[in-house]
């Protein structure tokens, strides 16, 4: 039987008229919905299925490089998803402990179908915030600005503003070995019709594609022959609500167990490359480097005898089973044989079989940096649908993109974090200067100010401004100035104490081979050393007069630790404030500029920065086209102006 849509429908009609609609309920939509309406904006958030809202179609987990930051981001910004994940893991665990505070990054091991139902509840008892599902077909865009949505059922809602997190299910496409089918993720209802929509509004649409591994019983899974991998002994918790002292962790965490896989899975791999989607043409969509398929690292990394695999608990009340590592989108039967030549999964039964999904994306240069697109006002687009890969980019774009629907509907200037302020800063940057010519994924290294950007002084940074837009209650505001307060005093007071040379100091540092002191040593010089922690400290000045939590002390050994680095990283911030300053007027005709390159001139034409700092980092731009530029609109010599 045919699906009802808008062309089917003969007439529509007005329903309830909202300050914002959000369509799709995954994790940037969440987000986008719950910001929009904590901003005191009557929001709407409109999805295909109910039992999809913040759903993980793929790994069942939150946070890891990069992305644990972005997460603990969202949450000093006034977010879900960190709050979310702290009720709902079955482990977590701190990676790169042995690393630098810039690399270091939390990773939680979700239940998948808790994390759901949790963010479900808190969206249906979020006063300002209707749920509703249905599938949105078309905009309702007058004079080149977005008014409302129309629905497959002819329901028109009119808006001030509109955000688009559609996700994979935009004319999404599963594709597994020959067979293919018209789908969204994890086989629910795909949309449609509004891809065709924004085409013919003159929006520019990519295809990418991402995919799934198989998943197994995990009754059938022989874990003797694998290694465990279990969670931190005293878990952490990535939103700053859950304080050390009144944070209850989850009982009893599961553990997640790592395999690998052989020579025998290479071989079968390569005996049926030729029913491979990805390597007989039938995949178009570009898929994610970071995170290719079996198939596609066993091709591109063939002098590799094995690849890691993790077996990842998908809830506490299901016995599936993740096989992290394994994405896949060949025939069924050659993923059982897959599977079944891995150690421990000898005898598995598989209860899913991986799958790959291609999906539109909007061209994320048609963006502004507050995630409104520049082909039609008062329209904004998150998540997958401008190219990136994962819950938390995702997420990240949605509570943005949610901010700024919200703060034009009430007619107030756009939000916009810089690459110094946030790793959001960063993915929203790289999207709208530099594009994406696959799914895009954070990488600390694509943070150039990283070690101000860590995973542990999120709220340092953020907390001020999720409070200025209405997101932080005053009560939690008000502990994180005390917070603050309790840091920088206790800097000043370790910046004022000298320690004394003795024999107990003295035979402390020699046994690091350091020599003796002869003279005094400012507390904090003396906490520098790599050896000295805060607590180490303690035993040679006297005590704070306040008591001070683990994270105060966490921020206070950081912060002197690393101090000569961050002052450079933010002397290096200041420079670049200069540049961010020169605003490029918005009629600005480069057709009238002479001496700059051919290539720079189209990027410059097609992505229209917004100052000159931006430019700066578009790809083909080089500096000699930044100094031109820069002579024109200091000197106000654009010839002519555009229409």
Avoid at 300 to 310: E, G, N, S, T, V
Avoid at 343 to 360: F, V, W
Avoid at 597 to 606: G, N, S, V
Wanted: proline content about 5%; some cysteine; aromatic content about 6%.
């Amino acid at each position: 039987m045919k699906s009802l849509q808008v062309s089917d429908v003969k007439q529509t009609y007005r329903a309830e008229d909202y300050d914002v609609v959000v369509v799709g309920a995954g994790h940037a939509g969440s987000e986008a919905a719950l910001a929009a309406a904590r901003m005191g904006n009557k929001t709407l958030l409109v999805t295909i299925n109910l039992d999809m809202v913040a759903f993980m179609p793929c790994n069942p987990s939150i946070g890891g490089p990069a992305k644990g930051t972005v997460v603990r981001e969202i949450d000093a910004l006034g977010g879900e998803m960190g709050k979310n994940i702290d009720k709902t893991y079955v482990q977590m665990r701190m990676l790169n402990t042995g690393k630098g505070p810039a690399v270091q990054a939390l990773r939680a091991q979700a239940d998948k179908h808790a994390y759901h139902a949790e963010m479900k509840k808190t969206i249906e008892k979020e006063p300002n915030l209707t749920l509703r599902q249905g599938i949105v077909d078309s905009l309702i865009v007058e004079d080149g600005e977005c008014k409302g949505v129309i629905t497959n059922t002819g329901a028109r809602y009119y808006a001030k503003a509109v955000v688009i997190c559609a996700g994979t299910a935009a004319r999404g496409k599963i594709i597994i070995g020959e067979l293919m089918y018209a789908s969204g993720p994890n086989n629910s209802q795909p949309a449609e019709k509004l891809s065709e929509n924004l085409a013919d509004l003159g929006f520019d649409l990519e295809r990418f594609k991402t995919g799934t591994p198989p998943r197994v019983d995990g009754n059938t899974i022989d874990y003797a022959k694998t290694e465990e991998q279990p969670g931190d002994e005293h878990p952490n918790h990535f939103s700053y609500e859950n304080s050390d002292d009144d944070y209850l962790a989850v009982k009893n965490q599961l553990s997640c167990w790592l395999t690998y896989t052989n020579k025998k899975t290479h071989e079968i791999i390569r005996e049926n490359l030729d029913r491979a989607p990805m390597f007989t043409g039938v995949i178009e969509g570009v898929g994610p480097r970071y995170c290719p398929s079996i198939e596609d690292k066993i091709v591109r990394f063939a002098d590799k005898d094995r690849h890691q695999l993790f077996l990842e608990p998908e809830g506490r009340n299901t016995d599936e089973w993740y096989v992290q590592g394994l994405s896949t989108s060949m025939p069924e039967e050659v993923q059982q044989d897959i599977v079944h030549s891995i150690a421990g999964l000898e005898n598995a039964q598989m209860m899913r079989p991986g799958y790959a999904i291609e999906y539109d994306v909007v061209a994320p240069y048609q963006l502004k940096p507050s995630l409104e697109t520049k082909v039609v006002k008062n329209l904004f687009t998150a998540g997958q649908t401008n190219g990136t890969s994962g819950y938390e980019e995702a997420a990240g774009q949605g509570i943005i993109a949610g901010i700024n629907a919200g703060l034009r509907a009430q007619g107030k200037a756009p939000f916009v974090l810089k690459r110094d302020e946030a790793y959001i800063g960063v993915m929203i940057d790289d999207l709208v200067t530099k594009g994406t010519n696959e799914p895009y994924r954070l990488l600390t290294s694509r943070a150039e100010y990283r070690l101000l950007l860590r995973n542990d002084n999120a709220d340092m940074r953020l907390t001020e401004k999720g409070h200025e837009l209405g997101l932080i209650s005053d009560e939690r505001y008000n502990q994180f100035i005390q917070k603050r307060t309790m840091i920088e005093d206790e800097l000043a007071r370790l910046d004022n104490i000298r320690i004394k040379p003795s024999d107990e100091v003295n035979t402390f540092v020699e046994q690091f081979g350091d020599k003796p002191l002869k003279d005094g040593i400012l507390a904090s010089v003396f906490l520098r050393r790599p050896y000295v922690t805060y607590d180490i400290l303690m035993q040679y000045i006297p005590a704070s007069d306040v008591e001070l939590p683990a994270r105060v002390i966490e921020q206070i050994e950081i912060r002197t630790k690393y101090a000569g680095y961050i002052a450079k990283a933010e002397a290096n911030v200041e420079r670049m404030k200069k540049m961010e300053a020169k605003k490029i007027p918005e009629n600005i005709d480069y057709d009238a500029i002479d001496g700059i390159a051919t290539e720079a001139h189209q990027k410059l034409k097609k992505i229209m920065p917004e100052t000159l700092a931006q430019a700066s980092r578009i790809s083909g731009v080089n500096p000699s086209d930044i100094a031109i530029l820069s002579v024109y609109i200091k000197q106000g010599k654009i010839a002519k102006v555009t229409e």
